[in-house]
């Protein structure tokens, strides 16, 4: 106990050394944050579910970086109460043991990100875009056009061989070039405010050129800048 208690005030020394070093933006998002590494859920198997095809075997310290990035876009939209017996505060552990119930996946770590949106009691829309589908062709102007309607955006990125995703909450300047994007990565254990491509994971961060964007749409969320 004295030790993890040790650990926690490293790790939040770490946070307030890091987050004095965020970064200026034009317009910003107050998405909360969460670590898929959190003290109560990145221990727990992801879609810990009793049917036979439902077990990942994978931990959310490790692959739990979808369902974080979803609870962080619930969470700014409002949704404080998980929706199981007693009402939990919302969380990425939470939403992770809400999901197998739902048959959220056909089985092991997949994540349906539309059967996901019944989670809150909101009425959210659902989207995943490529390029194609997007102004000009480009993810740059859709997100921009999301945040300046109030909507986060989570990416679907590649670094190295690996995928991983993650949550654009806003740019700085004038938002025109994908260096001005700042987003909140799950991989971090702090708040940190990244600016694109240069994610928490090593290598710079690019798109997936398929299906990149991952958009719910619920009540717009009030910038801060």
């Known amino acids: ?17 890091m987050s004095a070093n965020t970064a200026t933006a034009g317009k910003i998002l107050p998405v909360p944050f969460f670590s898929q590494h959190g003290w109560d859920w990145g221990n727990v198997l992801v879609n810990p579910s009793a049917h036979p095809e439902g077990t990942c075997n994978e931990y959310m310290w490790d692959i739990g970086c979808a369902i974080t990035s979803a609870s962080m876009i619930f969470a700014a ?3 404080t109460e998980a929706p199981t017996q007693n009402n939990p505060n919302h969380d990425p552990g939470q939403l992770n043991a809400w999901l197998p119930h739902f048959n959220w996946c056909g089985g092991g770590c997949c994540l349906d990100w539309e059967e996901a949106s019944n989670y809150t009691h909101l009425d959210f829309t659902y989207h995943a875009l490529s390029p194609s589908q ?3 062709g ?26 991983h995703f993650m949550v654009f909450i806003g740019y700085g300047g004038d938002g025109n070039e994908m260096t001005d994007l700042l987003f909140l990565d799950p991989w971090d254990d702090c708040p940190v405010i990244r600016t694109w491509p240069n994610g928490a994971l090593s290598g710079p961060y690019e798109l997936q050129p398929s299906n990149g ?13």
Do not use: F, N, W
Not at 1 to 17: D, Q, S, T
Not at 142 to 162: A, N, Q
């Open 1 to 17: 106990m004295k030790e993890r208690k040790l650990l926690a005030l490293a790790v939040g020394i770490a946070c307030l050394l």
């Open 138 to 163: 480009e993810y740059l102007q859709k997100i921009r056009e999301e945040i300046d309607d109030g909507h986060p955006v989570i990416g679907h990125v590649i670094y190295g061989t690996s995928g």
């Open 77 to 79: 939209y409002g949704v």
């Open 213 to 225: 964007l991952r958009i719910y749409k619920g009540d717009y969320v009030s910038a801060i800048a």
């Open 134 to 136: 997007c102004p000009g």
